[in-house]
């Protein structure tokens, strides 16, 4: 297969403005019928005056041009491509197709979930239903007829407004859709099926009411209610804070169970991923309802920052993917916590974004080439993408950045644009220079920070020199310095701010956060005025997407981590300190941690002014991954030694501490009586409860490392008389530790029970599948296998696949790296099984063998010899092609 690259951009030689498209439905056969009003784009190149339009697994049944049948010499149709020479300027050309949904197990154009119908068609989806100028840059307005069997298929959906409705001769029935506004292909979707439905209602700030429709299948029509509430606080969040009014009359979510990712933005029909809609207290956890949350927002948001304007190609996408996350992540933050909400997306990026950044796969958030665009869905343009959008909001100060937003739908509505028109508007709105910020567009690699200071006693001065350096990433060996925020403060012994006076400054400057700019490779910054020598609180608020360093003391992170008022660099501070003892425990492994940091995590723990769920994060080790990022080669089972060696010895020391908070944090939980099976009240949803249930699971977590018998009890009634999801899996968490114990007979009576509690709920059964997938037990890999044979096990389903072996090789770092190869032998076959019928997530899981390079040499031949063996085999997707040969060679 052979790359695209963004130099060989060349705008469509032909437009389409209207797309009248008739789907005759059927599970096993469908046809389709296109007729599209063509004309020729005048601002193209003139071409050999063919038309050269997309299509792939299509079976052409009739082709006319102004309705006239074209004979066989006039078009040429390849496996992508069909081609008709020598057409007019304007003309209509009408075909029809035929397909097959049942078949179609990639997920991508039109296929079936369960009973039902429905489409996927970002990013080239579409090509698999119909003949079609399949790029985000030709938009057309669409009018849609579905036609299905009536018993079957009550509801048709598809995007825009409902026109018209009738029914047919021998059970079938009819609708007609058409949707005023242009879009791309990408954005069309249909649903047939026999849904039931829920509604709302919302009134735009300009007093239109839109019916919202939320789809499900009849049995979980009763778990529908957080999402359409989310939906609801969306919308009139977009308002609020960008201007921004829905469009249409009509607004439609779908939930399905077969979906590739999380959830699709398609033009007033959301396509969701069953996980993003479906929830109660009992079936999901706080972790989950905020996703829901978070998707929801996104996609609405998307309507404005995708659909009005779209991109213009796809390496694009950041332009709507990272403005979109930056979006759902503030509006997140608003619901539910500032600081605890910045962490949490802190936390992913170090966890995703940065060894993506730092390995074969790195690219920059606007890619300059791809083989398979489904290959470049990356948290390095979604999340990495937010954090240029965050970093020029911070440049710029709210109302610019508002004045710039405000600018950039005014501009750009209806168009297919580049991320070089979106920072256009940043500048043209707020007079800033941002020539050298457009670098973090084109360049790849985590810049690092190094920071030094130094203090001058007898003059109050204190200097920070900050020197930043990005490594080289595949095909960019040179980096130039970037254009950063860094935001700090400073802090005092007691514990309070400093001023934070720069030298030169006319007026006093108070204490507080400062927003400084970085700009060179070396700068020095002199702060005066100080009564005494600083602790630098760096980077709050995580400013920029960088790694920085900084010599700090024990002393001096302790000091941040008690007393930081940034819950970003408190919860930061608090990392640091727990990977410099973890670390030094994975080289020396008996060593006791520092009686400074059980010190410091008791006062965390009995800090009752802090919010519980900052609390929970401040408290938390860093994960064995990050810390695998912060070794030259990471030592995997080094790490989880020491890691759960400093959690035997929190729980050790303090125990009683624990168990304090963890029953004044209990007591807020309503709980079931098991006999009853009710609770003695509703569970509590709001941000406090949730951020209460979080400290106190935290807690348990590290009981659970050193059970006794007292600890056992608590963690198997909170198991049992859980009101809530989150509650549950906490104690059935703690109790699948007990595996391959002598105490396993615990773990596995809890196991069955949430077996046979749940094996009729797909999404919470999920949860089982991953929960178990993701024991650190030693019989885990032979588990993973047996599981891999269970009934409810299914290939097909991405979620399913995902729960078991997603969990297991991207989640379970010591069974995966298991030192005889057995883990990576494990994903590389199911790897190759899964390709052939879903490429995209095929590619996806592959992810952890494509890092062998950060292992020991054992581990890399083990890695690289699975990496091969996918190569070597026939046919395999470019999905595959694409991400092996960035890996291997
Ligand atoms: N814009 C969507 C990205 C997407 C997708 C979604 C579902 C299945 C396949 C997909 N390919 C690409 C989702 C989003 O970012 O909102
Ligand atoms: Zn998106």
């Known amino acids: 297969p052979k790359p695209t690259r963004l130099e060989d951009y060349q705008p469509p030689e032909f437009l389409i403005d209207r797309a009248e498209l008739r789907f005759d439905l059927d599970a096993v056969e469908t046809l389709v019928s296109a007729a599209l009003e063509i004309r020729r784009n005048p601002a193209a190149k003139r071409g050999d005056g063919s038309l050269r339009l997309d299509g792939e697994q299509l079976e052409l049944l009739e082709i006319a041009l102004d309705d006239r049948a074209l004979p066989p010499v006039e078009y040429v149709v390849d496996e992508r491509t069909l081609v008709v020479q020598r057409?007019?300027?304007?003309?209509?050309?009408?075909?029809?197709?035929?397909?097959?949904?049942?078949?179609?197990?990639?997920?991508?154009?039109?296929?079936?979930?369960?009973?039902?119908?429905?489409?996927?068609?970002?990013?080239?989806?579409?090509?698999?239903?119909?003949?079609?100028?399949?790029?985000?840059?030709?938009?057309?307005?669409?009018?849609?007829?579905?036609?299905?069997?009536?018993?079957?298929?009550?509801?048709?959906?598809?995007?825009?407004?409902?026109i018209d409705q009738e029914t047919l001769p021998g059970g079938r029935h009819l609708a007609r859709w058409e949707d005023p506004f242009p879009k791309p292909s990408y954005l069309f979707a249909l649903v047939a099926g026999d849904l039931a439905r829920i509604e709302d209602s919302f009134t735009t700030a300009s007093g239109r009411e839109v019916a919202l429709h939320l789809y499900m299948e009849p049995r979980n029509r009763d778990k529908c209610g957080h999402a359409m509430r989310s939906l609801k606080a969306?919308?009139?969040?977009?308002?609020?804070?960008?201007?921004?009014?829905?469009?249409?009359?009509?607004?439609?979510?779908?939930?399905?169970?077969?979906?590739?990712?999380?959830?699709?933005?398609?033009?007033?029909?959301?396509?969701?991923?069953?996980?993003?809609?479906?929830?109660?207290?009992?079936?999901?956890?706080?972790?989950?309802?905020?996703?829901?949350?978070?998707?929801?927002?996104?996609?609405?948001?998307?309507?404005?920052?995708?659909?009005?304007?779209?991109?213009?190609?796809?390496?694009?996408l950041s332009l709507k993917e990272g403005f979109t996350v930056f979006r759902d992540q503030e509006f997140s933050a608003d619901q539910g916590g500032r600081d605890v909400q910045r962490i949490a997306d802190v936390r992913a990026l170090r966890a995703r974004q940065f060894p993506e950044d730092a390995g074969p796969m790195a690219h920059p958030v606007r890619p300059s080439s791809y083989i398979e665009i489904n290959n470049f869905y990356t948290t390095t343009v979604y999340e990495k993408g937010a954090e240029l959008v965050r970093m020029q909001a911070r440049l710029l100060g709210p109302e610019r950045f508002r004045a710039a937003t405000d600018l950039y739908f005014q501009r750009h509505d209806g168009q297919a644009v580049t991320t070089e028109d979106f920072v256009r508007c940043m500048e043209d709105a707020s007079g800033l220079d941002l020539t050298q910020f457009r670098r973090w567009y084109e360049q790849a690699g985590t810049p690092v920070l190094e920071c030094t200071a130094d203090w001058e006693a007898g003059q109050g001065t204190y200097r920070l020199e900050v020197r930043q350096h990005t490594d080289p990433t595949p095909g960019q060996p040179e980096k130039s310095p970037r254009h950063m925020p860094l935001a700090l403060g400073l802090i005092g012994t007691d514990g309070r701010e400093l001023p934070v006076q720069l030298a030169g400054e006319p007026a006093p400057i108070g204490p507080g956060t400062r927003?400084?700019?970085?700009?060179?490779?070396?700068?020095?910054?002199?702060?005066?005025?100080?009564?005494?020598?600083?602790?630098?609180?760096?980077?709050?608020?995580?400013?920029?997407?960088?790694?920085?360093?900084?010599?700090?003391?024990?002393?001096?992170?302790?000091?941040?981590?008690?007393?930081?008022?940034?819950?970003?660099?408190?919860?930061?501070?608090?990392?640091q300190l727990a990977e410099r003892v973890l670390l030094a425990m994975v080289v020396t492994p008996d060593t006791p941690p520092p009686q400074a940091f059980i010190d410091a995590f008791a006062a965390a723990l009995g800090d009752q002014e802090a919010d519980p769920a900052l609390l929970a994060e401040v408290l938390a080790l860093p994960s064995e991954s990050y810390l695998g990022d912060q070794m030259q080669a990471v030592d995997v089972d080094g790490i989880h030694r020491a890691r759960e060696a400093l959690m035997v010895q929190v729980a050790t020391a303090l125990r009683a501490d624990l168990l304090e908070r963890y029953h004044a944090l209990h007591r807020f939980e309503p709980v079931t009586d098991q006999a009853a099976a009710s609770t003695d009240r509703e569970p509590d949803l709001s941000p406090a409860a949730m951020g209460r249930r979080a400290l106190k699971n935290l807690c348990l977590g590290y009981l659970m490392r050193a059970p006794d018998d007292a600890v056992l009890a608590l963690c198997q009634r909170q198991y049992a008389t859980a009101a809530?999801?989150?509650?549950?899996?906490?104690?059935?968490?703690?109790?699948?530790?007990?595996?391959?114990?002598?105490?396993?007979?615990?773990?596995?009576?809890?196991?069955?029970?949430?077996?046979?509690?749940?094996?009729?709920?797909?999404?919470?059964?999920?949860?089982?599948?991953?929960?178990?997938?993701?024991?650190?037990?030693?019989?885990?890999?032979?588990?993973?296998?047996?599981?891999?044979?269970?009934?409810?096990f299914s290939i097909g389903n991405p979620n399913r696949v995902r729960s078991l072996i997603g969990a297991f090789a991207a989640g379970n770092p010591v069974c995966f790296h298991a030192a005889d190869g057995g883990g990576y032998r494990l994903l590389a076959e199911q790897v190759a099984r899964l390709d052939p019928l879903n490429p995209q997530l095929a590619s996806r899981l592959l992810h952890p063998l494509t890092q062998w390079r950060r292992h020991d040499a054992s581990r890399q031949a083990l890695m690289r010899a699975e990496l091969e063996g996918l190569r070597a085999r026939d046919g395999i997707s470019p999905d595959l092609f694409e991400v092996l040969g960035k890996c291997l060679d």
């Open 87 to 162: 057409v007019p300027d304007r003309f209509q050309l009408r075909t029809r197709v035929r397909i097959h949904p049942a078949a179609n197990t990639a997920l991508e154009g039109l296929y079936i979930s369960g009973d039902m119908l429905c489409t996927q068609c970002e990013a080239e989806g579409f090509r698999r239903m119909t003949y079609f100028l399949d790029r985000p840059d030709v938009m057309a307005r669409f009018a849609v007829t579905l036609v299905a069997d009536a018993t079957r298929y009550p509801v048709l959906l598809s995007n825009g407004n409902p």
């Open 234 to 316: 969306a919308m009139r969040w977009d308002e609020e804070h960008y201007g921004r009014e829905y469009d249409l009359d009509l607004f439609m979510i779908v939930a399905v169970s077969h979906f590739n990712m999380g959830a699709m933005e398609n033009k007033g029909l959301n396509v969701f991923n069953a996980k993003y809609v479906l929830a109660s207290p009992e079936t999901a956890t706080d972790q989950d309802f905020a996703g829901i949350a978070s998707v929801v927002a996104h996609e609405y948001f998307h309507n404005w920052t995708g659909n009005r304007i779209t991109c213009r190609d796809w390496f694009q």
């Open 515 to 575: 927003v400084l700019e970085l700009r060179e490779a070396r700068q020095v910054f002199e702060f005066v005025g100080l009564s005494e020598r600083p602790v630098p609180s760096l980077l709050r608020g995580f400013s920029a997407p960088v790694k920085l360093r900084f010599p700090y003391s024990d002393e001096e992170l302790t000091r941040l981590m008690a007393a930081d008022p940034d819950g970003v660099a408190r919860w930061n501070a608090a990392q």
């Open 724 to 792: 809530t999801m989150t509650d549950r899996i906490a104690g059935l968490r703690g109790l699948i530790r007990l595996r391959d114990t002598d105490q396993a007979e615990l773990a596995e009576q809890a196991l069955t029970d949430f077996y046979q509690r749940w094996s009729q709920d797909a999404l919470v059964l999920d949860k089982w599948f991953a929960i178990q997938a993701q024991a650190s037990a030693p019989g885990t890999l032979g588990r993973v296998k047996q599981l891999l044979r269970h009934a409810n």
